[in-house]
C-alpha cells in the first residue's frame, strides 16, 4: 500500500514551520547568550516557601500543566508512549512522527481512551476570567491537541504555551515543531517569563520540568498534584508548595 503524500498545502505549512521553529531557536539562542552573562549579576533566588496565599486583590497570572493536570490523562503517553517517556528529543520526535494518522482520528482515539478536561477546570477558567486572572496553559505537550480540548468547552480564549505540530491532513506522519533547542523542545521558564506579569505568578504543576521553573525563583505560589514528577522535585528541593486536590478546591482558595 503506498502511503499518502502531503498535499501543497500540507508542505507550505511545514515549511513555514520549519523556518518558524529556526527563527525561534535564533531568538532562543540570543535570550540564552543574554542569561548566561546576566547569571553572574543575578543568580536565581531558590524560594523555599510557595505556599503563602496572595492578598484577594493581589493580580494573578496562573500557569496550569496541561498533560495530566487540566486534563484527564496524559495525552502523549496515550498516542506515543516510547516518545512520552524518553528524555532524548530525538528519539521523541522519531516516535512521534512514527503516527500517520488524521489529527481528527488521534482526537477521538484520545477521547475514547477517557481524554476530556479534568472535572472542574472549565469552571474553574470561567472563574479566573471573572476575577480577572490570566490564565495560561504552560505544556511540554502540543498546541493543536491542547486546544481541541479547550475549544470543546469554550475556552479557545485561554493562552496556550506549548509546542506546535503540523499533521498533514492526508494522514502523513506527524511533525513537531518545538519551541527551543531544551530536552522536553520547550524551556517552560522562558516561556512563564514572557507571560507572567506584575502580580502573583501561580504555578500548578504536576511534570518534572515544572521542578525547574520553581527553582528559577519565578513563582510566588506553587500547587502540585499528589504523587508527580513535580511533587516529588519540590520534596527533594525542600520546596514547600500547597497540595493541589481539586479545580473547584483552588477555585474556592484561591480566587
Request: proline content about 5%; charged content about 25%; glycine content about 6%.
Amino acid at each position: 500500500m503506498v502511503a499518502a503524500q502531503p498535499s501543497d498545502e500540507d508542505r507550505m505549512r511545514i515549511q513555514v514551520d520549519a523556518q518558524l521553529s529556526a527563527l525561534g531557536d535564533s531568538v532562543n539562542r540570543l535570550l540564552q547568550r543574554a542569561e548566561s552573562q546576566m547569571k553572574g549579576q543575578n543568580p536565581p533566588v531558590v524560594r523555599r516557601n510557595l505556599s503563602e496565599l496572595p492578598e484577594k486583590s493581589t493580580p494573578l497570572f496562573i500557569f496550569v500543566e496541561f498533560e495530566a493536570c487540566a486534563c484527564t490523562l496524559h495525552t502523549e503517553h496515550t498516542l506515543a508512549p516510547a516518545a512520552a517517556h524518553t528524555d532524548d528529543r530525538i528519539v521523541r520526535q522519531a516516535e512521534l512522527e512514527k503516527l500517520r494518522m488524521p489529527l481528527s482520528q488521534a482526537m477521538r482515539d484520545l477521547e475514547a481512551a477517557g481524554a476530556a478536561l479534568a472535572p472542574g477546570f472549565a469552571l474553574f477558567a470561567e472563574q479566573c476570567c471573572l476575577r480577572g486572572a490570566s490564565l495560561n496553559v504552560l505544556s511540554r505537550g502540543f498546541k493543536d491537541i491542547i486546544r481541541h480540548f479547550l475549544r470543546a468547552e469554550g475556552l479557545g480564549h485561554v493562552q496556550v504555551l506549548a509546542n506546535d505540530l503540523v499533521v498533514p491532513a492526508s494522514g502523513g506522519a506527524w511533525a513537531p515543531c518545538f519551541r527551543d533547542n531544551t530536552a522536553t523542545g520547550h524551556d517552560k521558564r522562558r516561556s512563564l517569563k514572557r507571560a507572567a506579569g506584575d502580580g502573583c505568578t501561580v504555578l500548578i504543576g504536576s511534570a518534572e520540568d515544572d521542578g525547574g521553573v520553581v527553582r528559577a525563583g519565578l513563582v510566588d505560589l506553587a500547587y502540585s498534584v499528589p504523587e508527580t514528577a513535580f511533587a516529588r522535585s519540590c520534596r527533594q528541593a525542600e520546596i514547600e508548595t500547597r497540595p493541589f486536590s481539586s479545580w473547584e478546591a483552588l477555585a474556592a482558595e484561591l480566587l
